[in-house]
């Protein structure tokens, strides 16, 4: 394994990493933080491994998440604002870096949603954009060979569903 290879799959671990230790912290802020730096290692991989739209959509969903931390202070106005403008960014992103329709529409279609659920959705409607925006990314991790992408896809997903079926128990049992 050269050092590119090497630091490609270390960028990998430490976005995994950064991804499950978001979900083990309780503090939404500190959660959002983690997922931020994840993002941003996925991109640094990403860039490694030639996936130029997937790179740049990786960091624009990174300052995405860092700006949500605040999300729950912000006006329904704000955040619309945001979502047209995290949304025409993304779009000039995959314009501009088009590397085929599976490279470049796959994490322009995830990041669409996943803006649109971070801002204007509530818990169980966000979970559930949650899931196709990782079946997105997890296609997009595959094509490009970062499998720690697709693990933590995988993760995710089960640990997303578990938190849906507690919110949907819970809003039967009292």
Request: aromatic share 12%; with cysteine; proline share 1%.
């Amino acid at each position: 394994m050269n050092a590119t290879e090497l630091l490609i799959r270390a960028l990998g671990v430490l976005a995994f990493a950064l991804s499950i230790a978001g979900f083990c912290v309780i503090a939404e802020r500190r959660t959002k933080l983690l997922f931020a730096l994840s993002s941003m290692a996925w991109g640094f991989q990403y860039h490694l491994l030639g996936a130029h739209t997937g790179f740049l959509i990786m960091l624009l969903t990174g300052v995405r998440q860092a700006v949500t931390i605040y999300a729950d202070v912000m006006s329904q106005r704000l955040c619309s604002a945001l979502v047209f403008g995290f949304s025409c960014v993304a779009i000039a992103v995959a314009v501009f870096t088009w590397q085929g329709w599976l490279a470049s529409s796959l994490p322009l279609l995830a990041t669409l949603l996943g803006t649109w659920a971070l801002f204007m959705m509530g818990n169980m409607g966000m979970r559930k954009a949650t899931l196709v925006t990782n079946a997105l990314w997890a296609v997009h991790g595959y094509l490009f060979n970062s499998w720690e992408l697709c693990l933590t896809m995988i993760v995710i997903t089960v640990a997303n569903l578990y938190g849906l079926y507690r919110l949907r128990v819970g809003a039967v049992v009292p």
